[in-house]
């Protein structure tokens, strides 16, 4: 019986579902796997791209977007999402541009960033959590706010000039020891505190609890609109963060800056497990998925014109998604 | 004795249509609460602007078009309980397609052909879209905005930049007014394409089922609907609107162009939001929808009117958008609360 028991258990691993619980309990297995896989690829199709400078500059771009998708993150656990991150770190690197000519230079430049970032996260806040509009709506009507403020506050600042400080540069686009780069100062810090956040904290666990089931959370207690108003602002900061490294990494501010990362930061998370639906997912896998979607976008800018290089990247995003809910489906 | 009993009848018949006009007033109180918004809006504006008069409100149809036909797409997804954020990629295709078609075989007769083969081409996006839902289970949100990508690289691939042209009777088809000034083509048009279209199938079982998919998608399935040939099909004519939709823009534009407009998708949304349909499917219309993309429209022109910055008009949009959603939940969930 034993014998029997034994090989019944050596044998378990062949079975798919004992691989499908696997790929669902740790997805980041699954994910480094693809990424180790793509840079693979990206390495016989051009041999040679692979080194430490490739390395360091695909990470420094990676960050940029993580942060934006660690907006996703938090809020999609609620069954949120914020699309207003784009504007909001378009303008928080515009409006730091603008105060450098300016007396109380760049540091009051950001100090105002952040102010204006957190008032239109507050707004997202009452919005969805006091009022209960659905944030999707709610933080696109707050991004054409923002958007269109930038856009009167661009034409005020005309005179003045503008120009990214040397310092957002040397975060934003330096590099220490000739390939770490220096923006993952500011990166490291900020996914340290998100992960912990959600692992190790009970705010973490309301954000989970609201998300899976908000009337079982309200009913044990948790004082959803709370939750949320902190929650948006929040968002709000990481994203006037991510427009302050991305300034400093292109070394341009202008108010559309950021646009272009707003659909991919809710790609990447939902690449890193994230269920759009809420309560389940972690910021772990929005980082890998953020690394996955930078690599493939930096290898398909080389290989393929731009048409083919959107096809081919919507195309991977719905392919990954697919594969995702085939195997977390509740079965 | 005659006289009462004929007077009992006609107040029970006038207890029977102000009844009908009480339930009409409740189902339809978000759509007549934006129509006087509407009117306020009309008032306001001929107030900053004394020369605004009906055949300028016509003059404008023409632009608004696209955006109507793509916040009537829109509401389509909205209600079977999805979300299309590939409408504006969708439009920037068939237009391209379109255009270029257009500008290689010149004449009339061909041009009916193109146009109906851009809508069967609309037709074939969005049962894409729809069976890509149906088949992987991924949220329609992640779907859409993938084949959002998809469809602007084929754009792209049709007309790597603006160009292309339209044919005449498909440009007066929308420009212009018909006889009077004050009946814009592009109305009549509108009117047209969603009687024509929306209409029938709303009111049909096919219709029903849109609907009971939007609302309860559980419920749907154990009463027998079909529900993923429901949403394929609600896809589907979500891109054969969004195919009118870049029909309009090559109409007035007369051309082309491969880049989707950025605000289309944002505006479509949020204007079927306004326009009382919920986010979450299967309450609504799209004559509620095309009001508030008119709203939308003459807020914008308003602050043209009072020479306020261009920019303060997006401003303001975003503010009506979030101030009437707030107001509107707010009022909701007091009603349900009692």
Known sequence: VTAATNTARDRSWLRPAAWRNLLRDYPLIPL??????????????RPGTVNAGWASNAVRQAAVLAILAGCQTLTMLTGGIDLSVSYVASMSGFVTATFVHQPGGWVLGVGVALAAAALAGLVNGIGSGVFRVHPLIMTLGMGLIVFGFSNVWQLKSVQTGSGVPTELRTIGSGLTLDWIPNDLLVFVPV????????????????????????????????????????????????AATAGLVQSGLSNTASVTLVSPYLLPSVAAAVIGGTSILGGRGGYSGTIVGALILTVLGGFLSIVLPEPWRQIVFGSIVVLVAAAYTRVTAES | MTTTAASADRRRLVG????????????????????????????????????????????????VLPLALAAVAQAVAVIAGGIDLSVSSQMALTSCVAATLMASNPGDATAVAIVLLVLL???????????LVVLTRVPDIIVTLATYFVWAGFALLVRPAPGGSAAVWLKDLVVGSLGIAVLPKAAIVLVIIVGVIWIPLSRSRFGLSLYALGSNRLAAFRSGVPINRTKVLSYMITGLMAAFAGLSLTASTGIGSPVPEPTYVLISIG?????????????????????????????????????????????????????????????????SRR
Do not use: C, H
């Open chain 1, 32 to 45: 480094t796997v693809l990424l180790v896989l793509l840079v693979v690829v990206v390495e016989l199709a």
């Open chain 1, 191 to 238: 996914a340290i505190v998100l992960i912990l956040l959600l692992r190790r904290t009970g705010y973490g666990r309301m954000l989970y609890a609201i998300g899976d089931n908000p009337v079982a959370a309200r009913l044990s207690g948790v004082r959803s609109w709370q939750v949320l108003v902190v929650l948006y602002v929040i968002s709000a900061m990481l």
């Open chain 2, 16 to 63: 029977v249509y102000s009844d009908i006009v009480r339930t009409f007033a409740r189902n339809n109180a978000w759509t007549l609460g934006l129509l006087a918004f509407l009117a306020v809006l009309l008032v306001f504006t001929k107030y900053v602007n004394q020369n605004y008069s009906l055949t300028s409100l016509a003059n404008s149809a023409t632009s």
């Open chain 2, 121 to 131: 081409l609309g037709l074939l996006l969005g049962a894409i879209n729809g069976a």
């Open chain 2, 271 to 335: 204007a079927v939001v306004l326009g009382g349909v919920s986010l979450a499917g299967g309450i609504g219309g799209v004559f509620g929808p095309i009001v508030a993309v008119i709203v939308l429209q003459l807020i914008r022109d308003d602050m043209t009117f009072m020479r306020v910055d261009s920019n303060y008009g997006l401003v303001a949009q975003g503010f009506i958008l979030i101030g009437v959603l707030m107001v509107g939940s707010f009022l909701q969930m007091r009603r």
